[in-house]
């Protein structure tokens, strides 16, 4: 039996939890009709964010929903706002950022668990595979782009963004074939490494990880369905409050 | 399985290829969309069209390395699982199901340059007007918050039900599928002058 008492929640808690909560979320973030109830679930999910211990995260989307919300609303009224997208920008922005949030608490388990919970939910092995391929390649397509910036700067292309500019297609040619090439030479030795790893196997696979909805799961789980349950049938009262508040 | 429809199924070595150059076409789409991200019209006409152009030689490598059932399915499905972890579920679903059909188009028949053309104008189309599912879905809801804010009808009208509106959709799809179109065709003339002699395809 493994012991989660005094364990911080993105160690105890079950992936399971934070992908219904995600679902939840993303279903409520284009459903909720009124300003006050997006700022609850909101803040829910700072509040979320920080019983994760994502503590700078949590302030990186406080920054950004004021900004959206109360810096757009204080400049609203400059025409140049008004002719362009902005305003648009900030509400659809602050809708988007919502499911995104728990996103960045799914993420927070190591990739191994990540996979075993994956593979427990009895998805196909192809998008288990598919999706532990992209999580593990996005860092290192980051750091190709940046060897091959680096080496274009040594050999005098592209090496500023007036150059880029200057000889558009032959910035793109001296990027995109040599990504290309090293995303080849990448892949054969993924598949390399997945082949002795066992990912040909098409039997019963064992995991490290023991993955199990425990009593705490189940509580935590039914909390948040009932939470977003109500604010969704009480968002039409809390419109109404807003209006009487104004 | 037997040998035969592995030989005609995409296997490991083939899904690590797409999966990867699908990584790669999301950050091409990504880095051509960040300078047109004030205006959702222009992300869609200026972004998305940008990207299909520059991202076609990744999927032509990408079916040339795995000409195989599924190969095309699983390039868009992969966008589609990356949107639903980063939180898009309704999003994810239109990609998932573009990819369905992408590769009906293409199926059993992985190596006609028509097919893949025609294959990717509808991946980039479905994945540039598929990335505003939610403003399909609740275009009401988004317009309304949007008049709270203090903004004019006739500012909401052209930023929410004229992104919806067929005659956008039009001109988006077209600029899409000829960004598509350019991409594909750029893409084998890249495979035959670097991939095909350096030996990688």
Redesign the interface.
Same mark, same amino acid.
């Given at each position: 039996m493994i012991k989660t008492k005094g364990m911080p929640l993105r160690e105890s808690s079950d992936l399971r939890v934070r992908l219904s909560l995600m679902l939840g979320v993303s279903v409520l973030s284009f459903t909720l009709r009124y300003e006050l109830s997006l700022l609850i679930l909101f803040l829910s999910l700072c509040f979320w964010l920080y019983l994760f211990g994502l503590k700078k995260e949590m302030l990186g989307f406080l920054f950004w929903y004021a900004f959206l919300w109360i810096g757009l609303s204080l400049i609203r009224d400059i025409p140049l706002v008004k002719k362009t997208a902005l305003a648009f920008v900030g509400v659809y922005a602050r809708r988007l950022m919502l499911p995104i949030m728990c996103a960045r608490t799914v993420m927070q388990d190591s990739h191994g668990k990540f996979m075993a919970t994956l593979s427990k939910m009895k998805l196909p092995r192809t998008l288990v595979l598919s999706l532990s391929i992209l999580l593990r390649f996005m860092p290192t397509l980051r750091e190709e782009f940046r060897h091959i910036k680096n080496a274009r700067k040594s050999r005098g292309i592209a090496s500023s963004v007036v150059q880029t500019l200057a000889h558009p297609l032959l910035s793109l040619e001296c990027t995109l074939i040599p990504l290309l090439i090293r995303t080849c030479k990448i892949a054969d030795e993924l598949a390399a490494s997945a082949s002795v790893r066992g990912a040909k196997i098409e039997g019963e696979r064992s995991s490290w990880y023991e993955v199990s909805m425990r009593t705490k799961d189940w509580i935590l789980l039914l909390g948040c369905m009932m939470f977003l349950i109500m604010l969704y049938f009480f968002d039409p009262y809390l419109g109404r409050l807003s209006l009487w508040l104004n | 399985?037997n040998s035969l429809q592995e030989n005609k199924v995409i296997g490991?070595?083939e #899904?690590? #290829?797409v /999966?990867?150059?699908? *990584?790669?076409s999301i950050?091409i789409y990504l880095f051509c969309a960040m300078p047109f991200? *004030?205006?959702?019209?222009w992300s869609v006409l200026g972004g998305y069209s940008l990207g299909a152009l #520059?991202s076609g030689? =990744?999927f032509v490598?990408a079916i040339t390395?795995a000409p195989k059932i599924?190969a095309s399915f699983?390039f868009f499905? /992969?966008k589609g699982? &990356?949107a639903i =972890?980063?939180?898009? #579920?309704?999003t994810g679903i239109v990609y998932l199901v573009g990819g369905v059909l992408c590769e009906l188009v293409m199926f059993g028949m992985y190596k006609d340059i028509k097919k893949a053309t025609v294959s990717y104008c509808l991946h980039s189309v479905i994945f540039g007007i598929g990335s505003f599912t939610? @403003?399909f879905?609740?275009a009401d809801? &988004?317009a309304?918050?949007?008049l $709270? *804010?203090?903004? $004019?009808q006739s500012?909401v009208d052209a @930023?929410?039900y004229d992104l919806i509106a067929p005659s956008f959709l039009a001109i988006a799809g077209a600029l899409l599928i000829v960004g598509s179109i350019m991409g594909v065709f750029i893409g084998y003339k /890249?495979l035959k002058k670097?991939?095909r002699p *350096?030996g =990688?395809a």
């Open positions: - | 399985m490991l070595k #899904i690590v #290829i /999966v990867l150059m699908s *990584a790669l950050g991200m *004030a205006s959702p019209k #520059i030689p =990744v490598l390395k599924g699983l499905a /992969v699982i &990356y =972890v980063m939180g898009q #579920i309704p939610p @403003m879905l609740a809801v &988004y309304k918050q949007m $709270d *804010a203090g903004m $004019d500012v @930023m929410v /890249v670097h991939f *350096a =990688v």
